[in-house]
């Protein structure tokens, strides 16, 4: 996960009722202003797998989730956004689904949020398109995998296939104007502020 520097809370979350049904604001304009702020901060990938989220697609997710913690509901440090995880494989809607997730469920002292700047050296992407703990708490780092499903066969089809057409690209003596291009093109925002999927991985074939 690339660690995400925050923006300003929308000034409307300070308004929202505390027993607001969850359901009832996401038909609120509010909803909106929070769902373009975590877009624009993520430059448009999934705050955990870093897929590309779709303008239409993805949501508001709860970090700690709501069940656990009421209170932080509209707490913006608490809002993040994921991608739909597929069939329910991984991410947001994996993460808290007991019919789904029957290994892990929310532990606050094992659980790492992609803000925090030591998240990012947790897990290490792999040219196979594994995930694996990295890292002085392998422990942690292992619980996070599981309890996002990161190491979904989706998932690690999905980087392979990445990690492959980068590796095609590069060539065994890589050009470095051919380096240079692809670092700018797949390491840094594009014109509408969005980044390519799996940042983390292509920084590590890019940048090793």
């Not at 979904?152 to 492959?164: D, F, W």
Request: aromatic share 8%; charged share 25%.
């Amino acid at each position: 996960m690339r660690t995400i520097t925050r923006n300003a809370p929308p000034a409307c979350l300070a308004g929202q009722p505390a027993n607001q049904d969850w359901y009832a604001f996401m038909q609120n304009p509010c909803h909106g202003e929070v769902d373009r702020s975590l877009r624009q901060e993520q430059h448009g990938l999934c705050c955990y797998c870093e897929l590309e989220v779709a303008d239409n697609d993805g949501h508001v997710e709860h970090l700690e989730p709501r069940s656990r913690n009421p209170a932080r509901t509209y707490d913006y440090g608490n809002l993040a956004m994921s991608c739909n995880g597929g069939a329910v494989e991984h991410c947001g809607h994996y993460k808290d689904n007991s019919g789904k997730n029957r290994h892990h469920a929310w532990d606050s002292a094992r659980f790492s949020a992609p803000h925090d700047a030591a998240t990012v050296g947790m897990v290490q992407y792999l040219l196979d398109g594994g995930v694996a703990p990295a890292g002085p708490d392998p422990a942690r780092a292992t619980y996070l995998i599981g309890y996002l499903g990161l190491d979904c066969p989706s998932l690690t089809e999905r980087r392979h296939k990445h990690a492959r057409d980068l590796i095609d690209t590069l060539g065994e003596q890589p050009d470095p104007d051919i380096v240079a291009w692809l670092r700018n093109d797949y390491l840094k925002p594009d014109a509408n502020g969005r980044l390519k999927q799996f940042h983390s991985l292509s920084k590590a074939i890019l940048e090793p």
